[in-house]
Nanobody, 122 residues
Framework: VQLQAYGGGLVQAGGPLRLSCTDS????????MGWFRQAPGKEREFVAA????????NYADSVKGRFTISRDNAKNTVYLQMNNLKPEDTARYYC????????????????WGHGTQVTVSS
């Protein structure tokens, strides 16, 4: 698994961004995939995850109703559509993969991308 995340940037509050993460190693089609984020001075936190076939999306309470996770196994890619962004969403966003096809957590993640920065201005 080799994860490459992209799509971050600077956006005004209320605006959208779409993150993508591609597994160039092409080993993630049977794995759960998802996103975590870490803001300066804070611990890494779970954002969203989806199981191996794109079902059972799971979200942190702080992003429910604003973020949508999806995946395209033909492209070995997981997406995070972020709408109505808030300054508190500012963080470096990391995609991750777990060999567990149904559940992704920080503890069972087997591979991490290098992250992409999202900055939301007020």
């Amino acid at each position: 698994v080799q994860l490459q995340a992209y799509g971050g940037g600077l956006v005004q509050a209320g605006g959208p961004l779409r993150l993508s993460c591609t597994d160039s190693g092409r080993a993630s089609s049977t794995a759960s995939m998802g996103w975590f984020r870490q803001a300066p001075g804070k611990e890494r936190e779970f954002v969203a995850a989806v199981n191996w076939d794109g079902g059972s999306p799971n979200y942190a309470d702080s992003v429910k109703g604003r973020f949508t996770i999806s995946r395209d196994n033909a492209k070995n890619t997981v997406y995070l559509q972020m709408n109505n962004l808030k300054p508190e969403d500012t963080a470096r966003y990391y995609c991750a993969v777990s060999r567990n096809p149904m559940v992704l957590t920080a503890d069972n993640a087997s591979s991490w991308g290098h992250g992409t920065q999202v900055t939301v201005s007020s």
